[in-house]
């Protein structure tokens, strides 16, 4: 049997409360983290993902104590990403209670960091996220700093040479799907899926629950990322995975 789906809420968290935005702008408040984290623990979400998403761009490090709050609340895997620059970062975060980190801008400018990662601690400790966005000349750019700032790398090599490299995950999220609703950027992460010799974990465009169906059926996605839909209780967890049992995806209940 194939390995189950994961359905993985993520707190985008900023001034340590949990925000939401569309295009990685227009952040609007939704929640106490320490709160949305137990709820998804409760309701059976298969993870827990908490990104600190301004910390690279504010050149600081991931609030600890936020952490070490969501982690006491859960019973689920956590990662968590933004800020995490070296070797004692990780170490940090994984004594606060994570279970994995999320790296995505300092990978972009410190490839081998990935390599470090996966030496000391395992590559399943290390997610590499990537923010990608689909532009007029037909390519998928990847971006730093939380979208802000476009660098020279594609998304294909990119999370090839990352997998190359020792990561044991890929978040892609695409840039032009966030907050949008609209459904996943599946033709890419078919691609990835193909290409890629590990799992890989959908995120931006959730809005429906068509569209995680159609991200682990058209877009051969490990995984589905979502965080207003179940931030703002538009789908439930519990409702969300019997509708996928309902359509032959085999996911935990």
Known sequence: ???AKRIIPCLDVKNGQTVKGTNFVDLRQAGDPVELGKKYSDANADELVFLDIT???EGRKTFTDVV???AANISIPFSVG????????????????ADKVSINSAALRCPSLIDDIASHFGSQVCIVAIDARFEDDGEWHCYLNGGRLRTDKCL???AKEAADRGAGEILFTSMNHDGVKCG???DALAMLADILPIPVIASGGAGSMKDFRDTFIEGKSDAALAASVFHYNEI???DLKKYLRSENINVRI
Not at 82 to 90: A, H, P, R
């Open 55 to 57: 910390a690279s761009y």
């Open 82 to 97: 933004g800020g995490i620059n070296e070797l004692k970062d990780v170490d940090t975060m994984l004594n606060a209670g």
């Open 236 to 238: 439930s967890i519990p």
């Open 68 to 70: 070490k709050r969501v």
């Open 184 to 186: 996943f950027a599946n």
């Open 1 to 3: 049997m194939p390995l």
């Open 156 to 158: 294909a090599e990119w």
